[in-house]
Every structure is written in structure tokens, then in C-alpha cells.
């Protein structure tokens, strides 16, 4: 193609000029316009792709939750745990109920220090839980929605100032850490990207 800077007319009387003005514009122009209808049509009608769960489980309204099982050595982090969760549904407006039905277990709580400062004194910790859970539709006889058998969740901290984030003590941090998986587990069973 060579790029004239001149002004020409296509088949409409109109002048064309600069970027436009190419050696048989009329046909690229048509062809630029098809190009435009049919990425427009197929936008329209296709979509961008994105899927929520709630569109595949609108007829799921409620949730029941029975308390979480506990193998780990930490005492009451199923009843925190579990309340979260069932805040984190509702959030998402989903009442308590017999629609679904969301089942957990904790198979692993550590809080083991990361990085060490002075005379060996740790300066951050993580805190790893590690959980099964399943999701049921129950409305539709049972189906398996969301099976995790292996849901590891970590959470940084640190117990010193000066180290870019605000030092917490270990309840802050698993407060924290229930939220954030609470918030987690309940988005990837609501919406699928």
C-alpha cells in the first residue's frame, strides 16, 4: 500500500485526506467498516466471557453451614472460622438455609517464624491453615459444586515496627487471616472468572 498525502475522493464525494488517503481506499475502507460491524456484532452477542456462579446457581438463595471440624491443635478456630464464613455468604445474600449446604474441615494450623532479627528473635511470622471443604447444590440432588481437598492459605505478619507494614500481635493476625480466607473461599464458590 503507498501512503499519499494528497486529497482524493472515494465513491461518495467525500475528500479523504492523511492516513486515509490510500491507493484504493473505497475497498479498505469498506473492509475496515465490516471488520467494525462484525467485532461489535460478535462483542454483543458473545460477550467478554466472564461467568459469575451465582447466573449458574440463581436458584440457590440460602446456605447451610454445620460446624467445621477441627484436627489442628488450635482451640475455637472452627467457631471463628465458621462465622466468618457464614457472614461471607450472607454478604453475598445468601440467607441460612437448605438450598446448599457448605461442609469444612481444618486439617492444619502453624504459625512458624519467617524472617529473624537480632540475636535470632523473630521479626515476622506465617500463619498457614490448611482446610478441606465441599459445596453442594442441594436443590438439584446433591451436586458437587466446588470439592477442595487441599485449600492452603498463608498469612504474613510481622511483631516488629519498622518493617513496612504495621507490626500485629498473633490475634490480629489470625483474625485477619480467617477474614481473608472467609472472603476467599466464598468468592471461588459465588464466581468463576
Known amino acids: 500500500m503507498e501512503r499519499k498525502s494528497v486529497k482524493i475522493k472515494d465513491h461518495s464525494n467525500r475528500k479523504v485526506s492523511g492516513a486515509l488517503a490510500l491507493k484504493g481506499a473505497p475497498l479498505y475502507n469498506s473492509i475496515y467498516i465490516y471488520l467494525i460491524i462484525l467485532s461489535i456484532t460478535c462483542l454483543i452477542f458473545c460477550g467478554c ?5 451465582s447466573d449458574l446457581l440463581g436458584h440457590i438463595e440460602s446456605v447451610s453451614i454445620p460446624p467445621i471440624a477441627n484436627n489442628s491443635n488450635e482451640y475455637a478456630l472452627e467457631e471463628d472460622l465458621g ?10 445474600g445468601w440467607g441460612e438455609g437448605s438450598d446448599s449446604l457448605f461442609t469444612a474441615t481444618i486439617v492444619d494450623y502453624r504459625v512458624e517464624p519467617k524472617t529473624l532479627g537480632r540475636n535470632n528473635q523473630p521479626e515476622q511470622y506465617t500463619i498457614i491453615i490448611t482446610l478441606s471443604f465441599v459445596f453442594q447444590d442441594v436443590k438439584r440432588g446433591n451436586k458437587i459444586i466446588r470439592n477442595e481437598k487441599n485449600y492452603v492459605k498463608y498469612y504474613d505478619f510481622y511483631v516488629v ?22 472472603q476467599d473461599i466464598v468468592s471461588s464458590i459465588v464466581e468463576e472468572w
Open 161 to 182: 515496627e519498622g518493617r513496612g507494614k504495621p507490626p500485629e500481635t498473633l490475634k490480629q493476625a489470625k483474625d485477619n487471616l480467617i477474614r481473608e480466607t472467609s
Open 83 to 92: 462465622k466468618a464464613i457464614r457472614q461471607e455468604f450472607s454478604n453475598k
Open 49 to 53: 466471557g466472564y461467568k459469575t456462579k
